[in-house]
């Protein structure tokens, strides 16, 4: 069955405290996997899109990688407004249309 | 402006009363998706559709339905609210298939079904 598992559920840090965030999967045949962050009240908002394994990508303070099991969203010297719920989602393996999302990690910067 | 409105953003209903959400998109997108979110679970697929008129059911159809008459707009309609259709719910809509393409979501409608 198409799986998709975060881990931590939930991530408390100091500001600049460096960390990292967890999305397992299991599906046939990836064809891409999806970061999203969504803040509290409002819509998913994409942020990156990643293919292969060994793939790498980076925006700010965040830095996606994949590997043929997991990806990892690395969070370096995060800042308060880093402060989200970071969603991963990979397509479910026999359709061509359909998301598998996880349950998200809500992370907390403290400044 | 550009993008992908919901309305209502919050509605508040009763048992048994239908409901009607609101989904419009200024990107002429091809695909559109209707997902609700709950803790503790992923977002989840109500309905798709591919283009004006083209629907299919997602992983959680029962007691929604939709239509597509005009590719801008996505309508998800509860025909008889029940308590277990609590949710957020959120509009997507994707250029092509979502399965392999960025899907940009609205702001969502939190609907609370008493």
């Given amino acids: 069955e198409d799986q ?4 931590p559920e939930a991530l408390r840090l100091q500001e600049g405290e460096s960390s990292s965030l967890n999305c397992s ?18 819509g998913p908002e994409f942020l990156f899109t990643l293919y292969s394994a060994g793939e790498e990508k980076e925006k700010e303070r965040l830095k ?6 997991e990806s990892f969203l690395h969070i370096t010297a995060p800042k308060p407004e880093d402060s989200a719920t970071y969603l991963c989602a990979v397509p479910k393996g026999d359709s061509n249309y359909q998301l598998i999302w996880g349950a998200g990690t ?6 | 402006d550009a993008g992908i409105t919901q309305s209502p953003r919050y ?7 239908q409901v009607t959400l ?7 997108h091809s695909y559109m998706f209707w997902y609700r979110q709950d803790l503790g679970h992923g977002l989840r697929l109500i309905y798709y ?10 992983e959680v159809p029962d007691g929604y339905v939709v239509s597509r008459s005009k590719t801008e707009n996505f309508p998800l309609t509860l025909e008889s609210a029940t308590r277990s259709q609590t949710s957020v719910y959120f509009c997507a809509s994707s250029r092509t298939s ?7 979501f609205g702001p969502g409608t939190r609907l609370t079904v008493l």
Avoid: N
Wanted: a positive charge; hydrophobic letters at 30%; proline letters at 3%.
């Fill in chain 2, 11 to 17: 509605k508040i209903t009763e048992t048994g009363r």
């Fill in chain 2, 98 to 104: 979502g399965g392999s393409d960025t899907q940009y």
């Fill in chain 2, 22 to 28: 609101m989904c419009h998109q200024t990107w002429s």
């Fill in chain 1, 25 to 42: 999967y299991t599906v046939s045949g990836l064809r891409g996997l999806f970061w999203y962050r969504q803040d509290p009240g409002k």
């Fill in chain 1, 64 to 69: 996606a990688t994949l590997t043929k099991k």
């Fill in chain 2, 49 to 58: 559709s591919a283009a004006a008129d083209i629907t299919d059911k997602g």
């Fill in chain 1, 4 to 7: 998709v598992t975060q881990s």
């Fill in chain 1, 106 to 111: 809500k992370l907390i910067i403290k400044p």
